[in-house]
C-alpha cells in the first residue's frame, strides 16, 4: 500500500524562523515533489527531485530550498520564514520519472507563520 | 504553456441527486494524461482516476464515472446517486513532460471544485 508521511500536520512559526518540513515515502519512488495549497489558487509546485541529490525548480521556488539526501526523504526547507508562506503544505511521490506516472500524496502540512 | 479549468468553484447538491463535476484542459501535447483527486476534509489528495490522451472510452467506478472528449478538451467527472461522504474538494490534473533527456515532468493542477453533499 502506497504511504506517504509528513513529519507534521500543523505547525506554528514566527517569521524569520528557519523551517523543516519532512517528507518520507516508502514505496523505493524515484520522484518526490513539494506543492503549497492555497485558497482559490490550486496547488502550485515548488520543487522537485527525481533522484537522490537532484533538485529541480517548480512553478514557486523562491523563499524555498529542498533536500534530498536519501532516496526516500525530501525535505522542504524555508531559510527566513514569512507570513506569506502560511499555507498548506503537500509533499508527493511517484514510482518512475515518466508522465504516466500517478502521484501519491501524503496528508499535508498547515504551517502558519506569524 | 498548460491549462486546467475547472468552472465551478463550488457546488451544493442534495444527497442521491447525480453531479457532474467539469475539468477543460489546454496542451499541445500529442500525449498527454489526465488526472482526478479528491480532497476530503482531512486534507489527503486522493487518487482516483488516470487517463492518456489515446484512451476515449469513458470509464465507469461503481458511482464513479468519466468522460473524456477529445474533441472539447474536456474530462469530466460524474458522481451518480451523491452521499455525504462524496463532500471534498475535487481536482482535475494534466500531466506535462518538462523536458526530454531526464524525462522530467509535473501536473498541473486546476483551481478544484468544492462539493457539499446535504443529507
Known amino acids: 500500500d502506497v504511504k506517504v508521511t509528513q513529519s507534521s500536520r500543523y505547525l506554528v512559526k514566527r517569521t524569520g524562523e528557519k523551517v523543516f518540513l519532512e517528507c518520507v515515502q516508502d514505496?523505493?519512488?524515484?520522484?518526490m515533489f513539494w506543492y503549497r495549497q492555497d485558497p482559490g489558487l490550486g496547488l502550485r509546485l515548488i520543487y522537485f527531485?527525481?533522484?537522490?541529490?537532484?533538485?529541480e525548480k517548480g512553478d514557486i521556488p523562491e523563499g524555498y530550498s529542498v533536500s534530498r539526501e536519501k532516496k526516500e526523504r525530501f525535505s522542504l526547507i524555508l531559510e527566513s520564514a514569512s507570513t506569506n508562506q502560511t499555507s498548506m503544505y503537500l509533499c508527493?511521490?511517484?514510482?518512475?520519472?515518466?508522465?504516466?506516472?500517478?502521484?501519491?500524496f501524503g496528508p499535508g502540512t498547515r504551517l502558519l507563520v506569524l | 504553456a498548460q491549462k486546467v479549468t475547472q468552472a465551478q468553484t463550488e457546488i451544493s447538491v442534495v444527497e442521491k441527486e447525480d453531479v457532474t463535476l467539469d475539468c477543460v484542459y489546454e496542451?499541445?501535447?500529442?500525449?498527454?494524461?489526465l488526472f482526478w483527486y479528491k480532497q476530503p476534509p482531512s486534507g489527503e489528495l486522493v487518487f482516483l482516476i488516470r487517463?492518456?490522451?489515446?484512451?476515449?472510452q469513458n470509464e465507469i467506478s461503481g458511482r464513479y464515472s468519466w468522460n473524456f472528449q477529445k474533441s472539447t478538451s474536456s474530462f469530466n467527472f460524474t458522481i451518480t446517486a451523491s452521499q455525504v461522504v462524496d463532500s471534498a474538494v475535487y481536482f482535475c490534473?494534466?500531466?506535462?513532460?518538462?523536458?526530454?533527456?531526464?524525462?522530467?515532468?509535473?501536473?498541473?493542477f486546476g483551481k478544484g471544485t468544492k462539493l457539499s453533499v446535504i443529507p
Open positions: 527531485s527525481y533522484d537522490v541529490k537532484m533538485k
Open positions: 490534473a494534466l500531466s506535462e513532460t518538462l523536458y526530454s533527456g531526464a524525462g522530467s515532468y509535473q501536473l498541473t
Open positions: 514505496m523505493d519512488h524515484e520522484n
Open positions: 496542451t499541445r501535447d500529442t500525449t498527454y494524461y
Open positions: 508527493a511521490s511517484s514510482l518512475l520519472v515518466r508522465e504516466e506516472e500517478t502521484q501519491y
Open positions: 487517463r492518456n490522451s489515446f484512451d476515449e
